[in-house]
């Protein structure tokens, strides 16, 4: 799939092996004018792996790509777990060559930290700020992020960190001469996002009542 950077692109995480919601957040994302989607891990659920063969099924059919998130560690790692023993090999191979970050030129996806270790993706994204404020170490202008199931922004500027309240159905505009840490919510608690380049804006989605997004059809300068 060929990610276009200046295409709005739709962003979900956590869905956790509930399909249902991973078939509808699909569904709005695209409805909101998503020209590509990706999901930002725990794409799967370690205790629930017997949804994960329908998981991946859908996500191959619509052409999402995907990160690694603590729970897809799990299922390809933790073989003595019964939970996990009866996957395919289909399904763990899929899960096994899932990156930890992909990146579109400044924007940056990832499941909690953009670290290429395991631990990166369940650790508290407040472990890895002071890290993260290094932009030659981490030279992203915005860092987009699931694993904690809460919308957030945290503005990352003149070395000081502030974080924006955000909440579903919120269109936010973000300022091009500032970092951001933007945590997309999880699609388990009906959340998703748009990001539009262009417009340099964040639309916070909400799954369960549509007619509260905040969104213009067709959005203008992208068709």
């Known amino acids: 799939m060929n990610i276009t950077p200046d295409k709005p692109i739709g962003l979900i995480a956590d869905s956790h092996g509930k399909n249902d919601l991973l078939v509808r957040s699909i569904r709005a994302l695209k409805d909101a004018g998503a020209h590509t989607i990706l999901h930002l891990g725990d794409i799967c659920d370690s205790l629930e792996a017997h949804t994960a063969e329908d998981t991946v099924k859908i996500l191959e059919e619509n052409s999402i790509r995907g ?80 694993h904690s199931h809460q919308p957030s922004i945290i503005k990352i500027h003149n070395n000081r960190i502030n974080e924006i309240p955000a909440q579903a159905g919120e269109r936010l505009e973000l300022y091009r001469n500032t970092r951001y840490v933007i945590t997309v919510g999880a699609v388990e608690k009906y959340f998703a996002a748009l990001f539009l380049p262009v417009d340099y804006e964040v639309i916070f989605l909400n799954i369960d009542d549509p007619s509260k997004n905040h969104i213009t059809s067709p959005l203008e300068g992208y068709y």
């Open 67 to 146: 990160v690694s998130g603590n729970n897809e560690y799990s299922m390809v790692t933790e073989h003595h777990n019964k939970h996990v023993q009866n996957i395919s090999d289909d399904v763990r191979n899929y899960l096994k060559q899932l990156p930890y970050i992909i990146s579109i030129g400044p924007f940056w996806f990832t499941h909690s930290a953009p670290l290429n270790w395991p631990a990166a993706t369940r650790r508290p994204i407040a472990e890895y700020l002071p890290l993260l404020m290094n932009k030659e170490a981490f030279p992203f202008e915005i860092l987009f992020r699931g």
